[in-house]
């Protein structure tokens, strides 16, 4: 008999499964034993991609956990291109509803933070407007002004020291107490990680969005200080457009 593909891959992927009907040996005997080496040595490596992908989320969880824990997310979510770099593109979603991963609530934030970070470093270059482009702004249009971002930007949101949490693990240090809603942008060839205020991520969202300038502000509330924000966008050549 002749095995399909899809009998194949499921069976691959499944310890539980026999060998797909027609895996055999020179010999025509079922060729189970090698069938079973080469599918614990395709769950090892697509393991491996996981920890790789993800070796905060891993060293949260506990290599022993992370280990077991990939080992049901790759059945659920086998790979769809022999492209490995971007493998694990469902990780944040799939934490998200594991029932073992809820005891670190903050697991899922973690990994779209390092998914967000592999995005950003292999996003198209681009060029970064100038930082004098918005004081040549007429202050009367600014309110209506819009903001193209680069590729490689992306805004984590988070009631957690999301940040803090990243820094500690992987350069030590201690964590915040105050909610982190963490940037990931690209101002040079390795991407670059930054806490902002709830507030920052509040008007920073509206800009991604597509919201003028003065809309956004009005999710800073009375008094915001755009100085901050707008100088840190700046310093990590994360505006590419104004459009007015």
């Given at each position: 008999m002749i095995t399909t593909q899809s009998d194949?891959?499921?069976a691959l992927l499944d310890p539980s499964s026999p060998a797909p009907d027609g895996v055999q040996n020179p010999d025509g005997v079922p060729a189970t034993k090698r069938f079973d080496v080469y599918r614990n040595n395709?769950?090892?490596?697509?393991?491996?991609?996981?920890?790789?992908?993800?070796?905060?989320?891993?060293?949260?969880?506990?290599?022993d956990?992370?280990?077991?824990?990939?080992?049901?997310?790759?059945?659920?979510?086998?790979?769809?291109?022999?492209?490995?770099?971007?493998?694990?593109?469902?990780?944040?979603?799939?934490?998200?509803?594991?029932?073992?991963?809820q005891s670190v609530p903050?697991?899922?934030?973690?990994?779209?933070?390092?998914?967000?970070?592999r995005h950003s470093y292999h996003a198209?270059?681009?060029?970064?407007?100038?930082?004098?482009?918005?004081?040549?702004?007429?202050?009367?249009?600014l309110p209506n002004v819009t903001f193209?971002?680069?590729p490689s930007v992306h805004l984590i949101a988070s009631n957690f020291p999301?940040?803090?949490?990243?820094?500690?693990?992987?350069?030590g240090g201690d964590i915040a107490k105050v909610a982190q809603p963490t940037l990931i942008t690209r101002p040079d060839f390795d991407p670059a990680v930054d806490a902002l205020t709830r507030k920052q991520a509040a008007v920073l969202a509206a800009l991604i969005n597509g919201d003028p300038l003065g809309k956004a502000l009005q999710n800073g509330g009375a008094g915001f200080d755009l100085g901050p924000l707008l100088g840190l966008l700046l310093s990590r050549n994360a505006l590419i457009s104004i459009n007015t």
């Open positions: 194949f891959r499921a395709v769950a090892v490596s697509l393991t491996d991609a996981l920890e790789t992908a993800f070796p905060v989320v891993n060293k949260l969880a506990g290599t956990f992370f280990r077991a824990m990939a080992g049901v997310y790759l059945r659920a979510h086998p790979p769809t291109s022999p492209v490995m770099m971007f493998y694990g593109e469902d990780m944040p979603d799939f934490l998200a509803g594991f029932g073992p991963a903050y697991l899922q934030e973690m990994a779209r933070l390092e998914l967000a970070l198209a270059d681009v060029t970064p407007i100038e930082p004098d482009a918005l004081a040549k702004i007429a202050p009367d249009t193209g971002f680069a999301l940040h803090s949490i990243w820094w500690a693990n992987t350069h």
